[in-house]
């Protein structure tokens, strides 16, 4: 990972060779302040997760099924046009129930054991990750939630098109918003979408409404707060 790409919130990635990447915050003249433009920030329920998030780079944000899916929603951005983001093309969400025994790490199936990551694998055995993964676990926190979220290169395939994927998960009280994109390509670090990604994040608004009986949905999956 390039550590002098300018991101847009710091942090500490704890690996098996601990290293800091650094980050400023967007200002008016970086390229990425001047796409953050929300038109509008309506509210959402996938299921008992009621979210509040603005639309930023060009995007919108759409249950594609709220009958049959009502925990999942899409964010979808423009795949052309100078808000493109054709590695993203879209976020996916969806909610799951977070117990308060439920910890950040288990909601993305990893722990920490003598200062490296581990992961399960598919015999359900805690194992560390290669080196050349480059695992960075990134806590950060919103309006009203704790973010916990999981960097990872790919290490197989055409070295061409290998990627750094983004899992993470926004917890507020019982609930967790969780998703995975590609963040970038191995092969060209400077096109980084993690930026993006993490603004999209931080504009969300977890929305407690007693009025709303939980599981209800309209049939576009937009509440009516």
């Known amino acids: 990972m390039d550590i002098g790409q300018n991101r847009m919130w710091s942090f500490i990635c704890l690996v098996a060779a601990s290293f800091v990447c650094m980050s400023g915050t967007a200002s008016a003249t970086d390229p990425i302040g001047k796409s953050i433009v929300a038109t509008t920030e309506p509210t959402y329920r ?11 780079f060009g995007g919108d944000f759409a249950m594609p099924d709220p009958i049959s899916s009502p925990r999942h929603g899409n964010y979808y951005l423009p795949a052309t046009g100078p808000m493109a983001a054709p590695l993203l093309h879209g976020l996916g969400f969806d909610c799951f129930d977070a117990p308060s025994s ?4 288990d909601l993305l199936s990893i722990r920490q054991r003598d200062g490296r990551w581990l992961r399960k694998d598919r015999d359900g055995n805690w194992v560390p990750f290669d080196n050349d993964e480059h695992a960075c676990v990134v806590h950060f926190t919103g309006t009203n939630w704790q973010g916990i979220g ?18 993470f998960c926004l917890v507020h009280d019982a609930h967790a918003l969780c998703g995975h994109t590609p963040v970038a390509k191995l092969s060209m670090p400077k096109e980084d979408e993690l930026p993006k990604v993490e603004a999209i994040l931080r504009s969300i608004e977890f929305i407690d409404n007693p009025h709303l009986p939980l599981g209800s949905h309209s049939s576009d999956g937009k509440g009516g707060l």
Do not use: Y
């Open 150 to 167: 999981l960097l990872v290169d790919q290490t197989t395939g055409d070295e061409n098109q290998r990627t750094r994927s983004f899992d």
């Open 46 to 56: 996938m299921g008992d997760c009621r979210i509040r998030i603005a639309e930023l």
């Open 102 to 105: 439920t910890s950040s790490e």
